[in-house]
């Protein structure tokens, strides 16, 4: 089992910048493959970011340039730097284990809210 809570959401406004962090507890066998999603309103969840264990990152053509993740291993969090934000960036963001897919390692947080006004 792994506990994922995210935090760092809110409102800003277009151009605006906001840091996610994802702290992970439980066993430590699923923390890999840290990733981001988001999710807005009547639109399915989408894929954001990810960082792999080797420190191997990936991102979504759409936030490309602007978001940038990383992870502190000691502390087990996940961060995804947001930068020139834009009002399509306003969704529920969602901190993922295990990787691409669905697999036994795959957990999910409950999710932080970010509002970008234009």
């Known amino acids: 089992q792994v506990q994922l809570v995210e935090s760092g959401g809110g409102s800003v406004q277009a151009g605006g910048s906001l840091r996610l962090s994802c702290a992970a507890s439980?066993?430590?066998?699923?923390?890999?493959?840290m990733s981001w999603y988001r999710q807005a309103p009547g639109k399915e969840r989408e894929f954001v970011s990810i960082?792999?264990?080797?420190?191997?990152?990936s991102y979504a053509d759409s936030v490309k340039g602007r978001f940038t993740i990383s992870q502190d291993k000691a502390k087990n969090t996940v961060s995804l730097q947001m930068n020139s934000l834009k009002p399509e960036d306003t969704a529920m963001y969602y901190c993922?284990?295990?990787?691409?897919?669905?697999?036994?390692?795959?957990?999910w947080g409950q999710g932080t809210q970010v509002t970008v006004s234009s």
């Open positions: 960082i792999e264990s080797d420190g191997t990152t």
């Open positions: 439980g066993h430590p066998y699923c923390m890999y493959g």
């Open positions: 993922k284990t295990g990787g691409l897919g669905d697999g036994p390692c795959s957990y």
